[in-house]
């Protein structure tokens, strides 16, 4: 077993209060935080309001820009940027989702769609800007279609789930449908040809070692060739696609095989997870914390981008030493095999009462605000932490039913 020794602290930046209930979801646009935009960040609440945060330029800061009410009559569970960054799309306890647009600064309702018979758990844009999905408490999961002037037209209504659908996924570059539910399942759902139906073509359930509870959520790694789910089983798991796989689909589509298992980690439900361009896995729970993973093949590459190295420069193997102990904000780089019968996953820190309740979401910002290089093996790393500042750092944020944002960054520890 592996053991690599190193201390590192998730570093709180800025606590953002302002809801008045619980915060459900983030969403960090993707057209900021980079070439000089400053970062924004969208949370959405049980206050029936979604917040539009902005960092500041001058003093790297966040504040609240705006407040998007009065259009929602119920919790509004998700957000979501468009992959222009133009749109924001929300959706709600009231049966609907809205879209809004920045205009010169201001947020507009331009469009609500109808349809669902009860809350509105998810919405996901496709990696086009297209296409909308939206899931419900009724089981149902519906795709609809961005037309010009910002209208929506239902294509489809994919009936397949058996209970409450939690979450909506577009894959990052496919037109895969991607569905996790109360029933425990994940549902993968594609086109069929030219006609605009759509049907499942893979069900991965506790027979394909699925989880046993239900499945809150979902996220993809950035080359989209693997998945990572979260559970009511304390569980996280990793899928891959598999291309392999015979016989191959004849609509061309690569069926998912389960490779990992990450268990023991959390106490209570896994609400949420999120899977960062730089391949680190973040979770967050019912029981207050957050957990950060990362495959072990990256271990040697993650160490180049969190110690003091000079950057591209080859890391020599750490020394074995598991009597490492810290201080209550800053946490040793244990470094577990955690795989039953794949690629071995390890835990990078444990941030323990992360906030005062349940963290009920994770995200990584979609962006990094500076040049990446490459290691000796040719695979992407980030310049040394001690030689970055706020503008060259990965950021995350989390959303609690304290009813706080916190503004995070993985720092290294001297």
Same mark, same amino acid.
């Given at each position: 077993?592996?053991?690599?020794?190193?201390?590192? !602290?998730?570093?709180?930046?800025?606590?953002?209060?302002?809801?008045?209930?619980?915060?459900? =979801?983030?969403?960090? =646009?993707?057209?900021?935080?980079?070439?000089?935009?400053?970062?924004?960040?969208?949370?959405?609440?049980?206050?029936?309001?979604?917040?539009?945060?902005?960092?500041?330029?001058?003093?790297?800061?966040?504040?609240?820009?705006?407040? /998007?009410?009065?259009?929602?009559?119920?919790?509004?569970?998700?957000?979501? $940027?468009?992959?222009?960054?133009?749109?924001?799309?929300?959706?709600?306890?009231?049966?609907?989702?809205?879209?809004?647009?920045?205009?010169?600064?201001?947020?507009?309702?331009?469009?609500?769609?109808?349809?669902?018979?009860?809350?509105?758990?998810?919405?996901?844009?496709?990696?086009?800007?297209?296409? /909308?999905?939206?899931?419900?408490?009724?089981?149902?999961? $519906?795709?609809?279609?961005?037309? +010009?002037? =910002?209208?929506?037209?239902?294509?489809? *209504?994919?009936?397949?789930?058996?209970?409450?659908?939690?979450?909506?996924?577009?894959?990052?570059?496919?037109?895969?449908?991607?569905?996790?539910?109360?029933?425990?399942?994940?549902?993968? $759902?594609?086109?069929?040809?030219?006609?605009?139906?759509?049907?499942?073509?893979?069900?991965?359930?506790?027979?394909?070692?699925?989880?046993?509870?239900?499945?809150?959520?979902?996220?993809?790694?950035?080359?989209?060739?693997?998945?990572?789910?979260?559970?009511?089983?304390?569980?996280?798991?990793?899928?891959?696609?598999?291309?392999?796989?015979?016989?191959?689909?004849?609509?061309?589509?690569?069926?998912?095989?389960?490779?990992?298992?990450?268990?023991?980690?959390?106490?209570?439900?896994?609400?949420?997870?999120?899977?960062?361009? !730089?391949?680190?896995?973040?979770?967050?729970?019912?029981?207050?914390?957050?957990?950060?993973?990362?495959?072990? !093949? !990256?271990?040697?590459?993650?160490?180049?981008?969190?110690?003091?190295?000079?950057?591209?420069?080859?890391?020599?193997?750490?020394? *074995?030493?598991?009597?490492?102990?810290?201080?209550?904000?800053?946490?040793?780089?244990?470094?577990? +095999?955690?795989?039953?019968?794949?690629?071995?996953?390890?835990?990078?820190?444990?941030?323990?009462?992360?906030?005062?309740?349940?963290?009920?979401?994770?995200?990584?910002?979609?962006?990094?605000?500076?040049?990446?290089?490459?290691?000796?093996?040719?695979?992407?790393?980030?310049?040394?932490?001690?030689? /970055?500042?706020?503008?060259?750092?990965? /950021?995350?944020?989390?959303?609690?039913?304290?009813?706080?944002?916190?503004?995070?960054?993985?720092?290294?520890?001297?």
């Amino acid at each position: 077993m592996d053991l690599f020794e190193g201390n590192f !602290e998730l570093k709180e930046i800025q606590k953002l209060e302002g809801h008045t209930d619980r915060v459900w =979801n983030l969403a960090w =646009n993707p057209a900021t935080g980079i070439s000089g935009i400053p970062a924004m960040l969208a949370s959405c609440s049980g206050d029936k309001t979604v917040r539009i945060w902005q960092q500041n330029s001058f003093d790297t800061s966040w504040e609240c820009k705006a407040v /998007l009410d009065e259009t929602h009559t119920r919790t509004v569970r998700s957000c979501a $940027w468009s992959p222009c960054g133009k749109l924001l799309a929300t959706a709600s306890f009231d049966a609907t989702t809205s879209i809004w647009a920045n205009v010169g600064g201001d947020f507009e309702c331009v469009s609500t769609l109808e349809g669902h018979e009860n809350e509105v758990k998810s919405v996901s844009w496709n990696p086009a800007g297209s296409l /909308l999905a939206t899931c419900s408490r009724d089981k149902s999961v $519906w795709i609809w279609e961005v037309l +010009p002037g =910002n209208e929506c037209e239902c294509l489809s *209504i994919l009936q397949g789930h058996t209970q409450d659908v939690k979450m909506v996924q577009w894959h990052p570059f496919l037109d895969l449908l991607f569905t996790c539910s109360y029933d425990n399942t994940i549902k993968i $759902w594609a086109e069929d040809g030219d006609s605009d139906d759509w049907h499942c073509v893979q069900t991965l359930n506790e027979a394909s070692n699925g989880h046993s509870s239900t499945v809150w959520a979902l996220s993809f790694n950035a080359a989209g060739d693997r998945m990572v789910t979260c559970s009511d089983d304390l569980s996280l798991k990793i899928w891959e696609s598999d291309p392999k796989a015979t016989p191959p689909a004849e609509d061309g589509f690569t069926p998912w095989r389960h490779v990992s298992t990450l268990a023991g980690y959390h106490d209570r439900t896994i609400f949420s997870v999120h899977w960062s361009r !730089e391949g680190i896995i973040a979770s967050g729970a019912a029981d207050d914390a957050i957990r950060l993973f990362i495959r072990n !093949e !990256e271990g040697q590459h993650f160490k180049s981008l969190l110690m003091d190295a000079p950057f591209g420069a080859p890391v020599s193997e750490p020394s *074995i030493n598991s009597d490492s102990s810290c201080g209550s904000t800053c946490f040793c780089y244990y470094m577990y +095999p955690i795989s039953v019968d794949g690629p071995s996953y390890k835990l990078l820190l444990r941030k323990e009462k992360a906030h005062d309740m349940d963290v009920n979401a994770v995200q990584w910002s979609s962006q990094v605000s500076l040049n990446l290089g490459r290691d000796m093996l040719g695979i992407e790393v980030i310049p040394s932490l001690g030689d /970055l500042g706020i503008e060259g750092t990965k /950021l995350l944020a989390s959303a609690s039913d304290d009813g706080t944002i916190k503004i995070w960054e993985l720092a290294s520890v001297a």
